[in-house]
């Protein structure tokens, strides 16, 4: 008998927590609860962390976050208005406001993310679509800060920006929230990650970046050339100052010599004229014959008379 009451008190026991485990749950403090009752929601959603009580059995417990959710998108290939072909790859952040709502209309954060995709990636396609390219890539007119190896461009070759990107992701926000409004989530953020050519285009870009290349890389070798040739001119003319220069001095020193060598010869034939016409037929003798000159002299010349004058 007593151990059929032990048994019954260990049933009861055992039934009790079953209950109790049933009934209890917690809410975590980055959670919100709804409980349903076969299905249908019961009562005011949860967000009050803690230990709580529900019907055991026929009630079930679902929570969702109340944390900052992630919406990562899949690139997508979209037509500009400028009629250029791009993949576009964005991202953005939404929460859970309104469980109940968010329950009822998405049942669970997988199907919250399959409706952000039709929504975020419509408007995505809706707002470029309207739009030209230079208005995805750049947010403002700013001019251009050329570094390295960059290519430069010229001032009128930069197409205008007249609404930019920010604006952009603007609308694309704007226009999501409104079709999210009854969903029981909001939109936090939306951005675009990352632009590229569809490979069709890509390859027109890379042939005329090549183009560019090759242009700027002939305007240098024509400046190169232009400062070549500027050098070579102004060293020639160098050059010619430099021996022009010579030369002036040359003649200066020359002339002087010459009035010295003058002055000399005019001492010397004052005091000998003989003594000097003797230098100056030797001296004509020396620059005018050499070990092979057969030379022939008239006897009646002073060269020959000079010559054997010794004797």
Known sequence: MREIRIAAV????LFLVVILSSALFTVKESEQVVITQFGKPVGRPISTPGLHVKMPFIQDVHAF?????????????IPTKDKRFIWVDSYARWRITDPLLFFQRLRDENGAQS???DILDGETRNTIAKHELIDLVRATNRPFVITGDAIETEPGDVEKVHFGRDKLTAEVLQNARRRTGDLGIEILDFRIKRINYVNE???EVYARMISERKRIAERYRSEGAGEAARIAGERQRELQV???????QAQEIRGKADATASD??????GRDAEFYRFLKSMGTLETSIDAETVLVLSTDGDLLRYMNAPR
Do not use: C, M
């Not at 430099?242 to 002036?248: F, G, K, L, P, W």
């Not at 000399?264 to 034939?269: G, L, W």
């Open 201 to 203: 285009v890509r390859q």
């Open 65 to 77: 976050e109340k944390r900052f959710l992630e919406w990562d998108g899949d690139p997508n290939q």
């Open 264 to 269: 000399i010869y005019a001492a010397a034939y």
């Open 10 to 13: 260990a049933i009861l026991i």
């Open 115 to 117: 409706r952000l995709d």
């Open 242 to 248: 430099i021996a022009s220069e010579a030369y002036r």
